[in-house]
């Protein structure tokens, strides 16, 4: 029960981080934040390009929605079984 609700908390966190990598990713390529270099250096160090840290952003959205999804079913085979 305990990793149904790790799992649910860490969906969460991914999902979150997801979507702020990925509006920071367009806000580089589109230079919302400033200069295309300068933003790029600042607010994702490391990254060779906007489309990186874009693509990352989009894997962690993947992935929180399918670990929320599997902490869902965990939940309603939990309610099902009546231990919760």
């Not at 969460?12 to 250096?41: D, K, M, N």
């Not at 952003?57 to 309610?79: D, H, M, Q």
Request: charged share 15%; hydrophobic share 55%.
């Amino acid at each position: 029960m305990i990793f149904t609700y790790l799992a649910k908390i860490a969906a969460w966190l991914a999902l979150v981080v997801g979507a702020f990598q990925l509006v920071t990713g367009f806000g580089i390529a589109t230079e919302f934040f400033g200069p295309y270099e300068a933003a790029l250096a600042r607010y994702a160090p490391g990254a060779p390009n906007s489309g990186s840290v874009i693509d990352r952003g989009i894997y962690k959205l993947i992935i929180a929605i399918a670990l929320g999804t599997l902490a869902e079913i965990s939940f309603r085979l939990l309610k099902m079984r009546g231990e919760q």
